[in-house]
């Protein structure tokens, strides 16, 4: 059951989000927040003493914002091929319904050049989706559906189809919708790790 303090917590967390997205970091600012989130200046600093504090916590908020199901006990059940196919339909869905969590992410991503906490604090959550990525893999060579591939390479190759998400965010890309995108690039890529492809 989520208390109190988490429930202020994602407050800030959601309207820092949407703040950061449409202002950019530099431009942001702590009373930009306090407005957007409807709490005192008080409140917010009582749990987040600055605006890059509030930045790095909004990192790891993000991965649960973003991919909240993306691996649940179920999906231990299914074969590997479909597990990829669920975080790509996941993927699909944060785009539909959260697009600003794709905008934040390039936010993230620019940051980390700039600031080497943010840009620690970034590779601490790539390394957990790359080990997410590498878990599925391993399963599917385990269960026979995959060859005998390099996981961290395949791995990464599905992050970067996901990463790619990006494209459609930024850019007003009429010839190829981000669902084909998304959907295509998987089946492509499971079809070329399979055993049966």
């Not at 993000?62 to 199901?69: G, L, Q, S």
């Amino acid at each position: 059951m989520v208390n109190d303090r988490e429930n202020r917590k994602n407050q800030i967390l959601n309207a820092a989000f949407e703040v950061f997205v449409k202002k950019g970091y530099s431009k942001t600012t702590m009373d930009d927040i306090v407005l957007a989130s409807k709490l005192s200046k008080g409140a917010l600093y009582h749990y987040y003493g600055s605006k890059k504090e509030l930045f790095l916590s909004l990192i790891d908020h993000w991965e649960t914002f973003t991919f909240k199901d993306f691996y649940d006990k179920k999906s231990q059940d299914k074969k590997a091929s479909d597990i990829l196919r669920f975080f790509g339909e996941n993927v699909i869905k944060t785009l539909n319904e959260k697009k600003h969590a794709y905008i934040a992410e390039i936010e993230f991503r620019a940051m980390s050049n700039q600031d080497l906490e943010i840009k620690n604090r970034s590779k601490i959550l790539y390394d957990k989706l790359l080990a997410l990525f590498e878990k599925v893999i391993s399963k599917g060579i385990k269960e026979n559906e995959f060859k005998n591939i390099n996981v961290r390479k395949t791995s990464i190759a599905f992050l970067a189809i996901f990463q790619g998400i990006t494209w459609f965010v930024v850019t007003d890309e009429k010839a190829v919708s981000a669902e084909e995108y998304i959907r295509d690039s998987i089946e492509l890529l499971i079809s070329s790790i399979s055993k049966q492809g």
